[in-house]
Each structure stands twice: as structure tokens, then as C-alpha cells.
């Protein structure tokens, strides 16, 4: 019984993002009465999003997303799940390119930097996981969460004294 109402369940789900991808691309591709008017909301679009990100379906959140920046470019919070997304894919330098335009947008952002961090690491990109991380540190000397993870990186890619500073620079935050 149970597996009855989950595949049922499932089935619905699957035939409702049928639909709502139908009608999203049926809005984008010039078939609704105005071109420059969505036929979704944000609010919904981003609902939709979250939806299938927690279902790993990243290919239709990736063509979602660009269909939808593509008229709405401003849009930071369906550029951010699209860069999750493209990190999920393994698309480090995509997910990168994205989260950097939201850093454009809100240079502040220690966890847009932070996301930016793993992408470069991800991507064996230490360097400019260094580079990046050393400007949040410039920010904020206080960052001790950027600074373990600069020192971290440091350690890995055998930069032992340069890591070793950054673990003495922790010391008086972390206990004090």
C-alpha cells in the first residue's frame, strides 16, 4: 500500500514538473501573447528550483535557470542555485563564473566567497582558493573561519610556514 501512494506520489510530482517545465519554455520560446513577459513568478520559479535540486535533477534546474536569466539577468537567488547546481554537476568554472557575478553584486558575501573557495578546490585550483581567501582575510582579520581555511589550503598544497602563520594568527581568536 505504501509503495502504491509513493509511486502515485511520484508520478504526480514527475507529471506537474512535466507541465511546469511545458509551460516555462512555452513562455520563453515567444509563443505567449507579450515576449518579454514570464509566464511564471519568481517566487514560483524558485519554489520549482528548490524542488528538483532536492531531487538532483540539475540538468532541467541548469536549463531553467539560463532560460531564465536570460531575461530576468539580475536575479541573484536563481543564479545561485544554478551555481550550485553546476557544482553538483562538477562544472566548477561555470558554477564559478555565476557566483562570481552575485559577488559583484554583494561584495560582502563571505558565503558566496566561501562557495567560491571549494569551487576552485574543487576544480584543483588551489591557488585562487588562496588568492580569494587572502582577500577575505584582508576584509575581515577576524575571519576565523577563513583564516583556518587559508591555512588549511596552505598545509595541502605544502606551503608549511605560510600555514603555520595563518595557525598562529587563529590562536588569539580562537582563544581569547
Known amino acids: 500500500m505504501q509503495n502504491l501512494v509513493f509511486i502515485s506520489f511520484t508520478i504526480f510530482v514527475t507529471v506537474g514538473l512535466i507541465y511546469f517545465v511545458y509551460k516555462f519554455m512555452l513562455g520563453l520560446n515567444g509563443s505567449a501573447a507579450d515576449e518579454d513577459e514570464l509566464q511564471i513568478t519568481e517566487s514560483d520559479l524558485l519554489e520549482q528550483l528548490n524542488i528538483l535540486f ?3 535533477k540539475y540538468y532541467i534546474i541548469e536549463n531553467l535557470a539560463k532560460k531564465y536569466l536570460e531575461k530576468k539577468f539580475a536575479n ?4 545561485l542555485i544554478l551555481s550550485r547546481s553546476l557544482f553538483e554537476s562538477g562544472k566548477f568554472y ?3 563564473e555565476h557566483a562570481r557575478i552575485i559577488s559583484r553584486h554583494k561584495p560582502d558575501d563571505f558565503e558566496i566567497k566561501n562557495f567560491i ?3 576552485y578546490l574543487n576544480a584543483s585550483k588551489p591557488l ?3 588568492n580569494l581567501l587572502k582577500e577575505i582575510v584582508e576584509q575581515d582579520d577576524t575571519n576565523s573561519v577563513a583564516i583556518k581555511e587559508l ?3 596552505y598545509l595541502d598544497t605544502n606551503q608549511k610556514i605560510s600555514a603555520r602563520k595563518m595557525y598562529k594568527r587563529l590562536e588569539p581568536l580562537v582563544f581569547s
Open 54 to 56: 532536492r531531487e538532483k
Open 76 to 79: 541573484d537567488e536563481v543564479r
Open 94 to 96: 561555470e558554477a564559478i
Open 117 to 119: 573557495v571549494n569551487c
Open 128 to 130: 585562487e582558493a588562496i
Open 151 to 153: 591555512a588549511q589550503v
